[in-house]
């Protein structure tokens, strides 16, 4: 989801060290290009997608740095706004059921599992909201920001924080059940990938590379594996973070890393399935044994046969437009990109059959599927549910 190469590492990288801004500095003092994103091209029509509501959500997102997708939870979709306002809507027409204002910085998209839904703020604060009133019923104070959603699983929510610990929190008294936690390097791109949760196992992608599967009863160590290993001679041909959500389907767990590979692996083991070269920090989208999608950091989406890792389709026509994480809507594969534009391909051969602009802001997170519809937030706020058509 970054512009090119340059901007990415300039807008995202973590100052981890007063050595290591010092050298940030020095890298980009000299003047440097950045090619413009690709303007848009026409392309034949094939459907006009169906707005079904559109609501305001908050004063959206501050940065460019933040991600505050929404959660889908029942019969609901919540959100977050940078100030930390908290809100319930109806997925059947957007309707708003209740609020909740946290004032607290907020970054990262809500979170939740088990009637709970959880924010994590800036400033290291974890706050349980009822799901159905709002009520807040906790808060727990962390080590660090928190820059992904949390994920509830059972009596446990997860969370990981920008100093690379991944804490367990007791979902009914807020209570620190445990921690683990991975060296940070001296730089890192901003912004961390979200925990999984797959029956009794967490699983937590690093900046450097490695994808972790704790114990979610302990936080012991069950595997570790390598997707990306940092190599070059600098710190910044060095970055291979995991900021992308992993995805588990089938008993696999497929994830892509920075400068690194795509790869799927076995849950249970981290047996190596099938890799190939791949960077990406936006994010991954999968039809089990077909196809992932994958968003590049050039904003080329790609269709990877699953199984074999061979390329099926690249689609090069949204080159630096910011994409989103790919989600599949049927038989299309739709991004999101800068310009508030909503892209619409086809998962078969990756040909563009549809586009439509929400919004003047961006939309930076994840576009959500439930039974036929597409949710999308943009970083002005603005949420809006569409039908998926059917062929």
């Not at 007063?18 to 440097?32: P, R």
């Not at 001679?233 to 588990?248: F, G, K, N, S």
């Not at 046969?305 to 390329?311: H, I, K, P, V």
Request: with cysteine; net charge negative; charged share 20%.
């Amino acid at each position: 989801m970054k512009a090119n190469l340059i901007t990415s590492l300039v807008a995202g990288i973590t100052l981890l060290s007063l050595t290591g801004c010092g050298t940030v500095k020095e890298f980009f003092a000299a003047d440097s290009y950045e090619a413009p994103p690709t303007e848009l091209t026409e392309f034949e029509v094939e459907f006009e997608p169906k707005t079904l509501w559109s609501t305001g959500t908050g004063d959206g997102a501050e940065s460019a740095y933040s991600n505050l997708a929404p959660w889908l939870q029942g019969d609901s979709i919540f959100t977050v706004d940078h100030e930390g306002d908290v809100r319930s809507h109806r997925l059947e027409n957007g309707q708003r059921q209740w609020r909740t204002k946290l004032n607290l910085p907020v970054a990262t998209g809500v979170g939740g599992g088990e009637g709970l839904i959880v924010i994590g703020s800036q400033s290291g604060e974890v706050v349980a909201l009822n799901e159905a009133s709002g009520e807040e019923l906790w808060r727990q104070r962390l080590s660090s920001e928190v820059l992904a959603p949390a994920k509830v699983g059972g009596d446990y929510v997860v969370v990981r924080t920008a100093d690379g610990r991944l804490t367990a929190i007791s979902a009914s008294s807020g209570n620190i059940l445990w921690n683990y936690q991975r060296a940070v390097p001296l730089l890192s791109l901003r912004g961390v990938s979200a925990p999984m949760i797959v029956g009794q196992t967490v699983l937590a992608g690093y900046d450097n590379g490695k994808l972790v599967a704790l114990s979610l009863s302990d936080g012991k160590v069950i595997w570790e594996k390598s997707v990306a290993v940092p190599s070059g001679r600098t710190e910044l041909e060095r970055l291979v973070d995991i900021d992308a959500d992993p995805v588990i389907q089938n008993g696999i767990v497929y994830v892509v890393a920075f400068q690194g590979k795509l790869a799927a692996m076995d849950v249970d083991t981290g047996d190596l399935l099938w890799d190939r070269e791949m960077s990406s920090t936006s994010g991954i989208a999968v039809a089990a044994t077909d196809a992932v999608y994958v968003s590049d950091d050039k904003s080329y989406l790609w269709a990877i046969a699953d199984g074999t890792g061979d390329s099926l389709w690249r689609q090069t026509l949204l080159l630096r437009r910011n994409i989103t994480a790919p989600v599949i809507a049927g038989d299309y594969v739709v991004v999101g990109d800068f310009e508030g534009y909503l892209h619409w391909l086809s998962r078969f051969d990756g040909r563009f059959v549809a586009r439509q602009r929400l919004d003047k802001e961006s939309i930076r997170s994840q576009p959500v599927v439930h039974d036929g519809v597409l949710y999308v937030m943009t970083t002005g706020g603005k949420l809006s549910a569409i039908r998926i058509p059917s062929l």
